[in-house]
């Protein structure tokens, strides 16, 4: 199975800072990686695909990066709609696998 | 608008069994790969099994394979999980969503299963 290293586990940040959310894979997986938002009591909400794409109606703060096996979640501006958790996913191989997961905090 | 809407959840002993079912509208459900993912109260998101357009390949996480079957009626537009053997550390809220990378998803639908 690829294992989904994903740091840091949580952070603090306040409004307007940079936040970088890498994700590391056991074994290459090409560009089949994906970003998601969850805020609590919530479904999870796709924010960037195929490791760079945009989704459809995602403000343009958040962009992703990387290739292989490491790969960035950024988010310019942290606005404060933005305090969530965020997992990845790849989806190169079976079984899929997401990352631990990383809470951002308002500090 | 893409709508996922999961129902069958519910409180469950040990060993027995649950069927799960997620009514999808808003989108052609046939033309799209359908994803089960799980998640354990406070924990993480876990992928549990996906099922391909016309239903002719199905992939299983490999805690659940021969406990858990994926199917689905692309007539009815739905896409069910048949979980039998339950075991405690199946509870979770089980969320469906659209396509191998999950571009929409739904609520989701608790499981309980007691020991």
């Known amino acids: 199975d690829i294992q989904m290293t994903q740091s840091p586990s949580s952070l603090s940040a306040s409004v307007g800072d940079r936040v970088t959310i890498t994700c590391r894979a056991s074994q290459g997986i090409r560009d089949d990686l994906g970003w998601f938002q969850q805020k609590p009591g919530k479904a999870p909400k796709r924010l960037i695909y195929a490791t760079s794409t945009l989704q459809s109606g995602v403000p343009s703060r958040f962009s992703g990066s990387g290739s292989g096996t490491e790969f960035t979640l950024t988010i310019s501006s942290l606005q404060p709609e933005d305090f969530a958790t965020y997992y990845c996913l790849q989806y190169n191989d079976y079984p899929r696998t997401f990352g631990q997961g990383t809470k951002v905090e308002i500090k | 608008e893409v709508q996922l809407v999961e129902s069958g959840g519910g409180l469950v002993q040990s060993g027995g069994s649950l069927r799960l079912s997620c009514a999808a509208s808003g989108f052609t459900f046939s033309s799209y790969w359908m994803t089960w993912v799980r998640q354990a109260p406070g924990k993480g998101l876990e992928w549990v099994a996906n099922?391909?357009?016309?239903?002719?390949?199905?992939n299983y996480e490999d805690s659940v394979k021969g406990r858990f079957t994926i199917s689905r009626d692309n007539a009815k537009n739905s896409l069910y999980l048949q979980m039998n053997s339950l075991r405690a550390e199946d509870t979770a809220v089980y969320h469906c969503?659209?396509?191998?990378?999950?571009?929409?998803w739904g609520q989701g639908t608790l499981v309980t299963v007691s020991s």
């Open positions: 099922i391909k357009q016309d239903g002719s390949e199905k």
């Open positions: 969503a659209r396509t191998t990378a999950g571009d929409y």
